[in-house]
């Protein structure tokens, strides 16, 4: 891809600056160099961005997704998770090609840009193709082979994550991470899982993969091993590695501590979770641990939609609702999770934050909505009324990747009747 | 206002036929009067909108909101119930004027038509202004005056009522109706009460009134009556006049078979609940016994939007994730909440369908987005994926009051700086 190596925003206001203010926003590469209230010098030949009335906002990060599952989006929805994976989803991706998987991917990436979501945690497979779609599209991920254990390829597929990561980790101006993708519990063995953290332990990778998701997972796991599924990864060093736990619905006070201890983050996605009847992670005990916890959609098969905005609204709501504490989980802090922690639990230590030093990965919201006013506070006007569309301007490491809406360097209808007529084909 | 006599929608998707055929919708002055694959006689002069790519949903219905309050949207959040009322709330509202309510009322009814709401049951105060506002912009509502009973002024408001009920009830085309607002069972002495029980049953009047939103509610009242909020309106022959209840979070079983064989129907506010902590309502229930069941946002100072396709889509997600049933409130049935039920629940009774002989109620949401992608399902897709945003034409009473996501007839810059003013004089 190729850099303008100045980009100036102006007239801009920004969610952690004053209500009201106006700034100039410098990026220099990929990275914000300066944010003043005069016009900064050395920009003067720089592509200028006039921002106003449009408030900078770090880019959303997606920390959970199967992003080409967006072929099966409204294929089988109100089911019972079981009957739904047998009977549907997994004929359904059965027959998924390459292909499809590439075309999947872009339709989620072009959602997910026009939504405000700049980085985003993928598992699943043909991840190549994936990486190829990240590449090419601008967008940052982090990439994970998703590992089921059960089936005779298993160590094939064990190969193909370390392809992936010699491949991939730390490629596309460093926009690509790559993970070890152990699926779930209960479709790892314990001797597969213990050649996944040794492989993932030896490249110095880290892993993302599903834990504690339904109340059954965790039974199951307690009947066969006589530990609970974080016991049981804790116990084969799998959290040595660097984990990145999606869902973790169902943990107890001591399964809670050992994340503390051992840094385990979250991938907590609330909507997900309600729709298939999993239940509603206990985010605020992980909060007051000081457990990094970042929003996810899941795919949109289970959600359907890939609005992290929406995540985010859900995760301040639900969990005041649920307690009865209309204090927990303010706007500031879920705002928090859906970005700061977001990045930093895939492992993006420099994104996340409109400050100097960090990679440009801004979207700039318009505000001339209804929604938008009267503007008493910015940041509970995004967080709680605003609409994700409402993302006009999306800049990922210091390119920018939509202007006024439209997205620059995506054929977004060609995306759109090749993912439909894919679906479609997928679901005859 | 004026009408075209003859409104012709063609090549239109419409959400309750089967997906992928198209239709001609033709309306008839304020009804739908033909849906027809085949071109419709009469209709060679009427006005045309081609809606290619775009599918024709019943207009939204809001059964609770206080619409002015916008004004303080974004003023004061995260707060325990209490100290937001007392410390922000009330001595703000103290300064609203009659002008006030008419502006807020405008930027609700914006947000409104903007978001593919066409209907609202709105209590507040000034309702004259409210029932102005809405005679000028062509949207439906049903109007009720909040009636507190505890201040000295309180039988001057049961007269604003009743004016309310005479200047405006069945007017604006038939688009207003009026019913009484009493406030809650903790500001309506039983005193008052039958006062405005009387009232409303001498004009034939209907109820609009806050029941069982918090726990705390609900057990004040049984100290101080030895009956819950519903078995004491009950007493008062209060549900004979014809209720519409909003919240009902916390009611018993005793409750809801009462609830039933009265025939009262609930405003179900999902998110103003969750984010004031007072809990969850047990919609299941309620459909299981029959009772009728809207949606409703509340005021955007506990919301803080009117986007009721948000309402819909946690309506449908919530009640799975914690009962643990994937099974309940499907998105067809969500959505009916949200149109149908929602209409009946304020007494319009032809509003809610997309039929012939209905009122012409209708938004053309535009389908041209990533998450419209893959077609499988397009209920599915409405309520799990869609934005209230892709609302891009809306008709009111068969009146086009938004085309292109322009509203026709209402200056929204104006409305904007006026409502930004005046919210701020408020909040000084």
């Known amino acids: 891809m190729t850099y303008l190596s100045k980009l100036l925003i102006k007239n801009v206001e920004i969610i952690s600056a004053p209500d009201n203010e106006k700034y100039f926003l410098g990026i220099d590469n990929d990275t914000i160099s300066v944010i003043s209230k005069e016009m900064p010098t050395g920009f003067e030949n720089a592509e200028i961005i006039n921002a106003s009335d449009k408030i900078a906002v770090p880019g959303l990060v997606n920390t959970h997704t199967h992003a080409a599952m967006t072929l099966l989006r409204s294929y089988a929805d109100d089911m019972v998770l079981m009957d739904w994976l047998q009977n549907k989803i997994w004929p359904a991706e059965a027959g998924l090609n390459d292909e499809d998987i590439y075309w999947g991917t872009m339709l989620s990436i072009a959602e997910m840009l026009k939504t405000g979501t700049t980085c985003f945690a993928d598992m699943y497979f043909a991840m190549d193709k994936v990486a190829q779609a990240v590449n090419e599209t601008g967008i940052r991920a982090s990439l994970s082979r998703g590992l089921v254990g059960l089936t005779p390829d298993a160590d094939e597929k064990l190969q193909d994550n370390e392809m992936l990561f010699k491949n991939w980790h730390g490629k596309a101006d460093g926009r690509i991470r790559v993970m070890f993708g152990p699926h779930a519990p209960y479709t790892c063995p314990v001797s597969y899982l213990k050649k996944v953290v040794a492989k993932a332990g030896e490249l110095n990778a880290e892993i993302h993969m599903h834990l504690c998701e339904t109340a059954g997972e965790v039974s199951d796991c307690v009947k066969e091993h006589n530990m609970t599924p974080i016991k049981l990864m804790n116990s084969l060093d799998m959290f040595d590695c660097g984990t990145l736990a999606a869902h973790c619905v169902h943990v107890s006070e001591a399964d809670l501590d050992i994340m503390a201890d051992k840094k385990v983050r979250v991938a907590h996605n609330p909507q997900s979770n309600l729709k298939l009847a999993s239940g509603i992670a206990p985010v605020p005990a992980m909060l007051k641990r000081g457990i990094i916890v970042g929003l996810g959609t899941d795919g949109t098969s289970s959600n359907n939609n890939l609005d992290l905005l929406e995540e985010c609204r859900l995760a301040a709501m639900l969990h005041k609702g649920i307690s009865g504490d209309p204090l927990l989980i303010p706007a500031q802090e879920a705002l928090k999770l859906a970005t700061k922690q977001g990045a ?81 084909r997928l679901t005859r």
Chains 1, 2 share one sequence.
């Open 344 to 424: 930093s639990a895939l492992g993006f230590t420099d994104v996340g934050e409109i400050e100097v030093g960090q990679k440009a990965d801004i979207v700039l919201y318009d505000m001339q909505k209804p929604y938008w006013y009267p503007r008493h506070d910015r940041v509970s006007l995004l967080v709680y009324a605003a609409s994700a569309t409402d993302a006009d301007t999306v800049i990922v490491n210091g390119k920018v990747l939509m202007k006024n809406g439209e997205l620059l360097e995506m054929d977004v209808e060609k995306i759109y009747a090749e993912a439909n007529m894919r679906g479609h």
